[in-house]
């Protein structure tokens, strides 16, 4: 009897597990399209603004006004919200700029991190298909900038030196290895080709 009681509330807490998973997956993916639908009406209406000097201003879109740029991998089908900061609320439903990095498009290092979780913070799982050459695209108000992969490697938690300054305008791109585990760390590296269609160096 005690253990037929004891398999249904195994059972019964197996489901409720993997229901809360299921809820958190889906409140992540809503909250992400909502960070990359108003940071797409932000820059809209700020377009608008341009041409009509007299509109009324940009409502504050609140805790979504901080997101920096939407990253997109093409490689990956992945498009998502960049956001300033890098603490636990920002990566649960975006990516994670590192402050004291480079912004997009700027000489230096622009360095992005990301979980690779089953429920929340799902963005970078598929980052370990990266491949030298292959394009991550990052767009900022009505700038484009297309980096190009150089290099993919592995280091250790205290290996903060992938996040140094560099003299030319290149991305970072952090994430736990293996996924969802925290003992190193996958780093990913790329330059600047493209801004706006233009070759930058010319």
């Not at 940071?39 to 341009?50: R, S």
């Not at 890098?86 to 439903?93: C, E, G, M, R, S």
């Not at 929340?120 to 394009?135: A, P, T």
Request: aromatic share 6%.
């Amino acid at each position: 009897m005690l253990r037929k009681q004891l398999d249904k509330i195994l059972i019964g807490a197996g489901c409720l597990l993997l229901a809360i998973a299921l809820w958190l997956h889906y409140d992540g993916k809503v909250q992400q399209e909502r960070l990359v639908a108003d940071y797409n009406l932000l820059v809209a209406n700020l377009a608008d603004e341009e041409d009509e000097p007299a509109a009324d201003p940009v409502p504050d879109s609140g805790a979504h006004s901080n997101v920096l740029a939407v990253l997109s991998i093409p490689k990956l089908d992945l498009i998502v919200a960049v956001q300033e900061g890098v603490d636990q609320h920002i990566l649960n439903y975006a990516l994670g700029h590192f402050p004291q990095t480079a912004l997009p498009g700027e000489v230096g290092n622009f360095a992005v991190i990301g979980h690779r979780n089953y429920a929340r913070g799902q963005f970078f799982n598929r980052l370990g298909e990266i491949d030298v050459g292959d394009e991550v695209i990052v767009k900022r108000a009505s700038q484009e900038y297309v980096y190009q992969v150089t290099q993919t490697f592995i280091v250790t938690p205290d290996e903060t030196s992938v996040l140094d300054a560099t003299s030319g305008a290149e991305i970072t791109l952090v994430t736990c290895a293996p996924p969802r585990r925290s003992t190193h760390r996958l780093i990913v590296k790329g330059v600047l080709v493209e801004q706006s269609g233009t070759n930058p160096t010319e």
